[in-house]
């Protein structure tokens, strides 16, 4: 297995630095030229003064402004971070061992650096809050659901635990709250084809060969509402959303599902109603069976006027 090469620049904030392979062809004479070019979002000033400061370095350390263009080479450097407003919930630990650690995410959190969720994001806070620069998640969870996320601390432990979800050899229960149709029969499996384009917020479910399958069940009822539980049996973009949203019963503070509601990022009120309540799986290292649940509870359940403000 090819060893990855270590970044010459440490981690900043709990982050790698990024790193930009140059590539074996181009016309550029410096470095500085080419970077101004691959990175057209960020200012060229901003990259001028990067490198009078000597935050952009090569295998050899900081590279000047006038320094030639190395086709093959690779340079690393730290993002500017985005403005993020501060995500006011908890994350929860369930479960530490030396190879493991699996929380409970709350609602809003995203669970790994993306856009405009750098720091406020579970890797991230986990990292510097437990000292694990090399903690990594063996799976996500979108940022409005809330949770269960197993990271894997042993960095020699990575393959083993990711290969369970790549192979869907976890198996999942979530909790989400809805509206109750009296027509509607559960328990069922839901099958259908979902596909999720590039840059479109949305997923769609679309005539084809299914390639989602979720189980359903009604767990109990009052006031019109109803608690399920679902059971993916795949693990495709928004599914449960779009299962339970096809069935006419979509789950309470979607702002994706039956139509996009533009909700600022630090609107923290309404939460989605769906948590990921349960991993169970055969651990691949010990080979004992493992199950973790979460000490989560969904409001508009315990405390409906809460939930709805």
């Known amino acids: 297995m090819r060893r990855r090469q270590q970044p010459p620049l440490p981690k900043r904030h709990g982050l790698d630095p990024a790193r930009l392979r140059l590539p074996e062809d181009g016309d550029w004479a410096t470095i500085r030229d080419h970077l101004v ?19 952009i370095v090569d295998l050899d350390g900081p590279i000047a402004p006038d320094t030639p263009y190395a086709p093959g080479s690779a340079v690393w450097f730290h993002r500017d971070l985005p403005i993020e407003t501060p995500v006011p919930f908890d994350i929860t630990i369930v479960h530490r061992d030396e190879d493991l650690l699996v929380v409970d995410k709350p609602h809003f959190l995203a669970t790994i650096p993306r856009g405009q969720h750098i720091l406020q994001t579970a890797l991230v806070r986990l990292r510097r809050e437990l000292d694990l620069p090399d903690l990594i998640p063996a799976h996500r969870l979108d940022r409005v659901t809330a949770g269960l ?24 229960e979530y909790e989400a709250i809805a509206p ?30 299914p390639n989602a399958e979720t189980s359903i069940e009604l767990l109990e009822q009052r006031d019109g509402l109803g608690r399920y539980r679902l059971r993916p049996l795949t693990g495709r973009t928004h599914q449960l959303r779009l299962h339970m949203n096809g069935l006419g ?61």
């Open 37 to 55: 070019e691959r990175l057209p979002r960020v200012d060229p000033t901003r990259i001028d003064e990067l490198l009078r400061e000597g935050g």
């Open 149 to 172: 996320v197993l990271f894997i601390i042993n960095p020699a432990r990575r393959g083993a635990y990711q290969t369970m979800f790549h192979k869907r050899t976890v198996r999942k």
């Open 180 to 209: 109750v149709d009296p027509e509607l029969t559960l328990p069922r499996v839901v099958r259908s084809r979902i596909v999720k384009e590039k840059h479109v917020l949305a997923a769609q479910e679309v005539e084809g060969e």
């Open 249 to 309: 019963v979509p789950i309470l503070g979607d702002d994706f599902y039956p139509v996009i509601t533009d909700k600022p990022v630090d609107d923290f009120t309404r939460p989605l109603q769906l948590l990921a309540a349960s991993l169970e799986f055969t651990d691949p290292i010990s080979h004992e069976p493992r199950r973790f649940d979460t000490t989560r509870t969904l409001q508009a359940w315990t405390d409906p006027a809460g939930w709805a403000g």
